[in-house]
């Protein structure tokens, strides 16, 4: 990796393209600087409309311009580029996608571009209309053969009372993918994702006993939305089927908000059909009341509470390994077991017939809620990755690794 000359930080140039939301660029240049990252900020002409190079400059500690004649003599649109750790272009106007795709080289971030030698993020920022244009299409996927990362943008407002598909992703969220990129190293440019449906779902799911109350689980979500993450960061297309979380969406990810576990087998079933990989991340509930109070259960004295009788959930994970038609080529399950981890993991691999199987050992501050997690994933053909205590997002990415292993996907 590229080290900043006299400071050993990675280098980043942000790339801000000339719309409303290049205001949350600064957001994400806070992120990059705080983290221990030497930034060269290089915003369109455009761009400086909207937010001016002194406000870059202030904070970034360096110079910001758009023009390659500034300092001509230190030749700045080559240098930067060559110096690169990585390329983040936020917000990607439909404008700068274009220039990209077709090799322009009018200002200093184009310049840039075809220079850079490191991975390339974009995250797009457009009214709708323009996102879902042809060219505007076209102009992605030319960039995605080419290895670059482009993030799908978020839906929501847009400018004036506009709503719809376009917007720009979290700033935290995009940097997040960023740091999974970078982590990638030289594999970074692979992209072996790109073109692949991925679904994933995440959370934990919770079943009614009343209009108060609900049977639930301790699980926060956190590694099925890592795993949502590294997808991205490796040019898939990702739908996360998300049960009670309280996480921030992540950038590029469709997502599909869920309750209860018939919500969820819907969600993940619908979002299946035509998907590459299904990872059944969530935490599920097995059983369900039998009745559901239409008030609430209310103590009583002298009163013991009448017991609650329970039945089985459809097993989701089960049922999609079964289907032949309409099967996904790959489909992956977790475990959370607490004692005979490896041997339970076994057990299940072949009672719910998935391809790969992540095995965790729960409790004792492992797993649910927690930053890091450790896991063994499993294959059918006797195979075992031995994933050691780290970032979730580690984690993530061996799942992928083992993904992209599966005779099924090559």
Not at 286 to 314: C, M, Q, S, W, Y
């Amino acid at each position: 990796m590229t080290r900043s000359p006299g400071t050993g930080r990675p280098e980043i140039v942000l790339g801000v393209g000339g719309g409303i939301a290049a205001y949350k660029a600064c957001e994400l240049l806070r992120r990059f600087t705080e983290s221990g990252h030497a930034v060269t900020v290089a915003p369109t002409a455009s761009a400086l409309q909207f937010v001016g190079e002194a406000t870059w400059a202030a904070l970034s500690g360096r110079r910001a311009s758009h023009t390659v004649w500034q300092d001509a003599h230190e030749v700045p649109h080559v240098r930067i580029g060559q110096h690169a750790d990585l390329v983040v272009v936020a917000p990607a106007t439909a404008d700068v996608l274009a220039r990209a795709a077709h090799g322009r080289a009018d200002d200093l971030l184009t310049n840039t571009l075809l220079t850079a030698r490191c991975p390339v993020v974009f995250a797009p920022a457009m009214h709708t209309e323009m996102w879902e244009h042809p060219a505007t299409r076209d102009n992605v996927a030319l960039l995605r053969s080419r290895g670059a990362v482009v993030i799908e943008p978020a839906s929501g407002r847009l400018t004036g009372t506009d709503t719809g598909k376009g917007r720009l992703p979290d700033p935290a969220e995009i940097f997040a993918v960023c740091r999974r990129v970078l982590a990638r190293g030289e594999r970074a440019g692979e992209q072996d994702l790109a073109g692949r449906h991925v679904v994933i779902s995440a959370g934990g799911t919770r079943e009614p006993l009343d209009p108060v109350r609900f049977l639930g689980n301790h699980s926060s979500g956190k590694q099925g939305y890592a795993l949502a993450r590294t997808a991205v960061a490796r040019g898939a297309r990702v739908t996360l089927v998300a049960a009670n979380t309280a996480l921030p969406d992540p950038a590029g990810a469709t997502v599909v908000p869920v309750s209860t576990t018939g919500e969820l087998s819907r969600a993940v079933t619908e979002a299946a059909a035509g998907a590459d990989v299904v990872v059944m991340a969530a935490a599920v509930a097995d059983f369900r009341p039998v009745h559901v109070a239409t008030g609430k259960i209310k103590k009583r004295d002298g009163v013991e509470p009448e017991p609650i009788a329970l039945e089985r959930n459809p097993d989701i994970l089960a049922g999609l390994a079964a289907r032949r038609e309409d099967r996904p080529p790959v489909v992956v399950g977790f475990a959370a077991e607490t004692d005979d981890v490896l041997a339970s993991g076994r057990a299940k691999l072949a009672r719910k017939g998935c391809d790969l199987l992540v095995v965790n050992e729960v409790g004792g501050g492992r797993a649910f809620g927690t930053e890091d997690n450790e896991a063994v994933v499993l294959d059918t053909r006797g195979g075992e990755r031995h994933v050691p205590r780290g970032p979730k997002e580690d984690l993530a990415d061996a799942v992928w690794d083992a993904v992209v292993a599966e005779p099924a996907l090559s």
